[in-house]
């Protein structure tokens, strides 16, 4: 942080004024952004040297070729840190997300025609004069770039799964498999991991992050990333139609009309088994040998993308290995009924109570989570016109509002709520509990578990439970 803050002085000209670690998702990299004096930018640091050395050539190069992809202000490439162009926290994931209750509609169409135009001018103007050369780990997706895909499928899913194989029949099908890929035109640039987590919404546009590992490779592989996202979920007859769209596009701007679309489609399906494979890999390494949730509720999506590819888009090659592990795969119960509904929320309880009867404990195991006093608020409970009322009661309101300014209060815990709630959002957590607590949980803890509650309510799709622990003591109804 304190190098990050270096390269943001040297860019702004002045200190950082907050600097705030973001997320962490399935790297090792770690992102912050640092803010102050007007201006905002994202900060990098990841001990991968190479790694980032291919990262910003990349962008210095897409910029110049005035593609949607973040500037690099600055690097200090000895040190493994830079800055680039902050392009706000709105992905198209989260998009994703919010129309979970309306479904795949024209307005999410549309995002992923704009995602696909934008992956359009990456493979074919990003790859004009561009030096593959600087590519990390492969500057090509060949043969050892598929076998790495596929034994990390063979080690970090089936191994840990116990699915059983023979381990040299398989290899024998992974070559023929990497035979009939390698065959397939690999001229442009790849992305390697162009999913909705890595599109970016920003002033009504999408912009591409994280392509550090793109090499030169066929055009259907980033298309299969896109549309075969296995908790995007999208409908099957949605991605056959953005499928026809992309070639509809591809042929307008290449101006190539002796594209053979069935072609271009049988390719496309064979590395959309490729992919969905090296995809269980990475959720069984992340989930099954790390044991990190969200990487195992991802599991039955990518088994529903392999179970569809094996009924609707069969490859014509000699692999019956690798075509038994999937049935053993597709017949796995554990996987398939993994405990995820796309539709789950965040649930976080937020309780008021009293100091006398003490600080409510966690039943989700969490552990606890925030607890705030209100005991340093003025408290209408010592004045007779209030005692028999609580903090739901309009007078009662009205004196915390005016008497007591516990909007000064709140304020900065909304703040630091929220912050919590979007990183728990964002890391596919469960629970959170929030406790407000003053002397008799009647009148200063009872208004502010119900202002969160309401505020909360207004910013996050979240499900809110509230609990009031003296009040219901004494029979009164949480309405």
Not at 81 to 101: A, M, P, R, T, W
Not at 256 to 281: C, E, H, P, S
Not at 303 to 330: G, R
């Amino acid at each position: 942080m304190i190098e990050l803050d270096k390269l943001f002085q040297t860019w702004s000209g002045a200190a950082a004024q907050e600097i705030k670690q973001l997320p962490i998702s399935g790297s090792n990299r770690q992102y912050f952004r640092l803010s102050g004096h007007g201006k905002s930018a994202i900060g990098v640091f990841n001990d991968d040297t190479k790694e980032n050395n291919a990262f910003v050539s990349f962008a210095e190069h897409f910029t110049k070729a005035k593609l949607n992809t973040p500037k690099i202000y600055l690097a200090d490439l000895e040190n493994n840190v830079y800055l680039q162009e902050d392009l706000g926290d709105l992905s198209l994931y989260k998009i994703l997300n919010q129309k979970n209750e309306s479904g795949f509609d024209s307005e999410l169409e549309d995002w992923y025609k704009k995602s696909i135009a934008q992956l359009l001018k990456l493979q074919i103007e990003g790859s004009k004069k561009f030096d593959f050369g600087k590519c990390y780990p492969r500057d090509k997706f060949d043969a050892q770039s598929i076998q790495w895909d596929l034994n990390y499928f063979k080690y970090c899913f089936l191994k840990l799964a116990d699915i059983k194989f023979d381990e040299q029949l398989l290899e024998n099908d992974f070559n023929t498999l990497s035979n009939h890929l390698t065959n397939i035109p690999a001229n442009h640039f790849m992305h390697r991991d162009f999913q909705s987590r890595n599109l970016m919404i920003d002033k009504d546009d999408v912009f591409i992050i994280d392509f550090q590992g793109g090499r030169k490779g066929p055009l259907q592989y980033d298309l299969v990333s896109l549309l075969f996202q296995a908790k995007a979920n999208i409908p099957f007859e949605k991605r056959a139609a953005l499928l026809e769209y992309y070639l509809d596009q591809l042929i307008d701007i290449s101006q190539d009309k002796k594209i053979d679309r069935n072609k271009f489609k049988q390719d496309y399906y064979a590395i959309a088994f490729v992919r969905t494979m090296q995809v269980l890999g990475a959720y069984g390494f992340r989930g099954l040998f790390e044991k990190k949730a969200h990487f195992l509720q991802s599991i039955p999506f990518a088994i529903n993308n392999l179970e569809w590819l094996i009924n609707n888009a069969a490859i014509d090659l000699k692999i019956p290995t690798l075509e038994k592990v999937w049935s053993q795969i597709l017949a796995h119960k554990q996987f398939r009924n993994l405990s995820y509904n796309p539709k789950d929320k965040l649930t976080v309880t937020i309780s008021s109570f009293s100091y006398r009867r003490g600080i409510p404990n966690d039943l989700s195991g969490n552990g606890g989570g925030f607890v705030f006093d209100c005991r340093s608020i003025h408290n209408p409970g010592r004045y007779e016109p209030y005692k028999k009322l609580t903090g739901r009661d309009e007078p009662v309101k009205e004196f915390l509002q005016s008497e007591s300014k516990i909007e000064n209060y709140l304020n900065p815990v909304f703040a630091m709520v929220d912050t919590a709630v979007q990183t728990y959002i964002d890391r596919n957590f469960q629970h959170l509990m929030v406790s407000f607590g003053c002397t008799g949980g009647q009148h200063r803890s009872v208004y502010s578990c119900d202002s969160l509650a309401k505020h909360l309510s207004e910013k996050f799709d979240i499900e809110i439970k509230i609990n009031h622990i003296e009040q219901e003591l004494k029979n009164w109804i949480n309405g």
